[in-house]
């Protein structure tokens, strides 16, 4: 099963939710991946430190133009939604740092004035922390389109009992890409005015994307009641809840999983893994017989 483990903003936590979840499904005998997909600032690595073992470049492909060819029609620029291509009267000009890839600049073109070249967008690390397999993105310095690379890191997974995905902060396209396919996101919230904002948009997200999701809501104890009075009037189910905790804090500035030297909260992290397990185990055992249904009704 594939577990999304996002946020509607940066700093709630979710990292450290994602890799001690890591650690305890894979110390209760689970096969278990980790997939840091905040490829422009990935920090999985310091908490799970694993030992890599390869490392791939991830290519992504740049309209070129020849001018000698190009009748400037414009039809490249009208074509691209993020005007990473724009014709100028006789001039085209092309933003490397907002091209998608698309090829499809290339594909209205009239005179095939339009090529493509390859550039690197990043590199794709894999590893071992223990018996976790590990991957995770790095983006170049100035790469501002990321799904690419997103999408390296998922294809890089090995098959495992559970897939946890660490997606980016936000609800924009990385986000969107971390989550797309994925059987469950847990997402994670503080119990903050800015909290809860940003909760409402991921909530809206998940909703839009048609995914199934619930809440987890870290450092309990520093704002007030509103975010949990949210998810009640919406209906969305608070999975688990983790204190505002000092050793806690202190247990991440040194790297260190708060499950490997708290037993309180090793605990904590177990019976969210179960909860997990047995919500997303009985929706796919749930689907798993409505498609024998299904085949056997001669559908």
């Given at each position: 099963m ?6 509607g ?12 979840l ?23 690595h ?11 470049s ?28 724009v ?15 698309c ?16 550039r ?15 991957v ?21 997974a ?13 609800t ?19 119990p ?9 948009l991921?909530?809206?997200m ?27 009037d919406e ?9 505002d ?40 055992k749930?689907?798993?017989n ?10």
């Amino acid at each position: 099963m594939k577990i999304a483990i996002a946020s509607g903003k940066g700093g709630t936590g979710k990292t450290t939710i994602a890799t001690n979840l890591a650690r305890v499904a894979s110390d209760k005998g689970q096969s278990v991946a980790y997939l840091d997909c905040d490829v422009e600032e990935p920090n999985g690595h310091i908490f799970l430190k694993p030992e890599i073992e390869r490392e791939q470049s991830v290519i992504s492909l740049i309209p070129e133009v020849d001018e000698g060819k190009c009748i400037h029609c414009g039809k490249c620029g009208e074509f691209c939604r993020y005007s990473a291509i724009v014709c100028i009267r006789d001039k085209v000009l092309v933003y490397p740092e907002l091209c998608h890839s698309c090829g499809g600049c290339a594909l209205v073109c009239p005179t095939g004035a339009i090529t493509e070249r390859q550039r690197q967008t990043g590199v794709v690390q894999i590893g071992k922390s223990d018996s976790i397999d590990f991957v995770h993105g790095i983006s170049d310095l100035g790469v501002a389109v990321t799904p690419p690379l997103v999408r390296a890191v998922k294809k890089s997974a090995p098959s495992a009992d559970i897939i946890i995905i660490d997606a980016p902060p936000g609800t924009s396209c990385p986000v969107i890409e971390s989550v797309r396919d994925v059987d469950y996101v847990v997402l994670v919230a503080e119990p903050t005015p800015f909290g809860l904002n940003d909760l409402k948009l991921a909530v809206e997200m998940c909703r839009t994307l048609g995914l199934r999701f619930a809440v987890v809501v870290n450092r309990v104890g520093i704002g007030d009641d509103r975010v949990h009075r949210y998810c009640k009037d919406e209906g969305l189910e608070i999975l688990q809840e983790f204190p505002d905790d000092r050793k806690i804090a202190q247990a991440y500035s040194q790297g260190m999983l708060a499950c490997e030297i708290y037993e309180d909260y090793r605990e904590l992290f177990l019976q969210l893994l179960d909860k997990i397990n047995n919500i997303v185990g009985l929706t796919k055992k749930s689907t798993s017989n409505l498609v024998k249904e299904d085949s056997d009704a001669g559908v």
